[in-house]
C-alpha cells in the first residue's frame, strides 16, 4: 500500500494507532477528518488503493474500512483452516469454504480450551451422569445406542468470540474473523433421554459438564473447561449427546469420540471429549463459567470502558447472524451478473429474512431463503445480483429474525469480545 502500510495488515494498524493509519493511508490525522475521507483527495486514495472506482462511494458510512483493504491473509492449517492458536488447537474456515449447506467435517472450525486427550479409544469410553439424580449411570458408546433413540439432525455451532477480531480496542481471547462457525450433522441421542433415565430430582437447577481435555499447563487437576446450562435448557429434545459427525466417528479435533451439543447457546456449553454430566443445586462454578468468561454486561456500554464484574451475566442464546459464502472477498467478474450465497442462523426462534445490498445500505434486495432443515440449523439462501458499471463494490448481508431482530451495521463493544453479529461484507471488482 505504500508509505509503510504494506508491512503491516491494515486492522492491526488501526488497532495500534487508529489516527496514524489514517495519516498513511489517506493524509489525515484527526478523527473528525475521518468522516470525510471519501471527498477530494481521499476519494482518490480510496480508489487507487481498491484498485478500481467505487460507484456508491458517497453511502460508505464514517469508519467503515473496505473490505478489501482490510482481508486477513489466510494461514494454510489442516484442510484449509485458518490456525489461530496451536496449544490449544483454534482455527476458523475461511468463508469461502462453509458453501456447502452441510459444513463437511474437514471444514469445521476448531475451538479448543485445553490439550486433547491422549487415549481417544471409543471401545471403552464412559459417560457418567452424577449428582442430584436417582440412579448415578456410567455409559459406553454401546450403551447409549442400545438403551436410547439415536437421532441425526444438522446442527449450527458457533463460538461466542467469533468475530472478536474486528473489534475496537482490541479485546484479550482468540482473534476469530468469521469462521468460528459451521453446521454439520450430529448423530448421537437426547441428553434429555439420558437425564430422565437417570432421574433428576428436585432442587436441580444446572447441569455441570466435564471432558478429558487437560489444562495447558500441564497442571495436574486443573480442568480447562467446565460449562453447563439451566436444568430448563438441558431438557430441551435437540440438545444431543454425539458419538458421530456427517455420518462417521466424530473428528478427534471436534471431540471425538463423545461431545454434547448444545444448539443456540454458545459452543463453549457444547462440551468435547464428555466424560461427566453433573446435576447441580446451584449455577455451575467451574472453570470458564465465572468472573466475566462467556459473560456480557447488563447495560450497553462504550469502547473501552471498565465495568464493574457485578453488572456481567451469562450468555444464553446466540445473536441473528448471516454470511456470505460466494462469493468470496477480492472476486473479479467481467459482466457484473453474480450469484451471491450464504447462510443465516439465530439462537433462538429461526430467521425470516435476508437482505443484501450493493451500495453500501442505501437500499436492499431481498434474497431467496430456504426453510431450516431442522430447528437450529442455518438456512441457506441466495440471490441474484447485477453490477452494472466498472469498479468496486462491496456486497452486504444482514438477517432478521423471527422476533424481527436485525443484525447491526457496528458492533456492540464489550470487554469479551463477545457476540459480533454485524453484517458480512465482502468485495467485488467489475472490470
Known amino acids: 500500500m505504500g508509505d509503510g502500510v504494506s508491512d503491516t495488515r491494515l486492522y492491526e494498524r488501526y488497532n495500534q494507532d487508529p489516527d496514524e493509519a489514517d495519516h498513511l493511508l489517506f493524509g489525515r490525522r484527526t478523527h473528525a477528518d475521518r468522516r470525510g475521507f471519501l471527498k477530494n483527495a481521499g476519494l482518490a486514495a480510496m480508489g487507487a ?19 478489501a483493504l ?10 484449509g483452516l485458518t490456525v489461530l492458536n496451536d496449544r490449544p488447537m483454534c482455527a476458523e474456515t475461511p468463508p469461502h ?16 480450551n485445553g490439550l486433547m486427550p491422549e487415549d481417544l479409544d471409543a471401545s471403552h469410553w464412559e459417560l457418567r451422569i452424577n449428582g442430584l439424580v436417582d440412579t448415578p449411570v456410567t455409559l ?7 438403551r436410547f433413540e439415536v437421532v441425526t439432525r444438522a446442527l449450527a455451532l458457533e463460538c461466542a468470540g467469533n468475530g472478536r477480531a474486528f473489534f475496537d480496542p482490541k479485546t484479550k481471547g482468540e482473534q476469530w474473523t468469521y469462521g468460528a462457525v459451521a453446521c454439520s450433522e450430529w448423530t448421537g441421542v437426547r441428553l434429555s433421554d439420558v437425564l430422565q433415565a437417570a432421574g433428576i430430582q428436585r432442587g436441580a437447577v444446572y447441569t455441570a459438564h466435564y471432558s478429558a481435555d487437560t489444562h495447558v499447563s500441564g497442571e495436574e487437576g486443573r480442568l480447562p473447561l467446565s460449562r453447563g446450562v439451566p436444568i430448563d435448557k438441558a431438557m430441551d429434545e435437540h440438545n444431543l449427546i454425539a458419538f458421530a459427525q456427517n455420518g462417521r466417528p466424530i473428528h478427534p479435533l471436534n471431540g471425538g469420540p463423545l461431545r454434547l451439543i448444545i444448539p443456540g447457546w454458545p459452543g463453549s456449553c457444547s462440551q468435547k471429549w464428555l466424560t461427566r454430566v453433573e ?11 465465572t468472573g466475566t468468561s462467556y459473560r456480557l454486561p447488563n447495560r450497553g456500554i462504550e469502547p473501552g470502558e ?4 457485578e453488572i456481567f451475566r451469562i450468555i444464553e442464546s446466540m445473536p441473528v447472524k448471516s454470511l456470505i459464502t460466494h462469493p468470496a472477498t477480492g472476486y473479479r467478474t467481467a459482466d457484473g451478473e453474480i450469484e451471491v450465497r450464504g447462510h443465516a442462523w439465530t439462537g433462538e426462534g429461526r430467521v425470516d429474512v435476508v437482505d443484501l445490498s450493493i ?10 431463503l430456504d426453510e431450516p432443515v431442522n430447528p437450529y440449523a442455518w438456512q441457506n439462501w441466495r440471490a441474484s445480483v447485477s453490477l452494472r458499471q466498472r469498479g468496486y463494490y462491496e456486497i452486504w448481508a444482514k438477517a432478521t429474525d423471527s422476533r424481527g431482530i436485525s443484525q447491526p451495521h ?5 470487554p469479551g469480545g463477545y457476540l459480533n453479529n454485524a453484517m458480512h461484507r465482502v468485495a467485488v471488482y467489475v472490470e
Do not use: C, Y
Not at 459406553?140 to 442400545?146: C, H
Open 97 to 112: 469454504l462453509l458453501d456447502d449447506a452441510i459444513t463437511p467435517t474437514e471444514r469445521h472450525f476448531v475451538r479448543n
Open 140 to 146: 459406553g458408546l454401546e450403551d447409549l445406542e442400545n
Open 279 to 289: 446435576i447441580r443445586n446451584q449455577v455451575h462454578d467451574g472453570p470458564k463459567m
Open 410 to 414: 457496528a458492533i456492540a463493544w464489550n
Open 306 to 309: 471498565a465495568v464493574d464484574e
Open 49 to 67: 488503493l481498491v484498485g478500481a472506482a467505487i460507484p456508491f462511494h458517497r453511502n460508505i458510512p464514517a469508519h467503515f474500512i473496505p473490505v
Open 359 to 368: 451500495d453500501f445500505g442505501a437500499t436492499w434486495m431481498r434474497a431467496s
Open 70 to 79: 482490510a482481508s486477513e491473509p489466510v494461514i494454510r492449517g489442516k484442510d
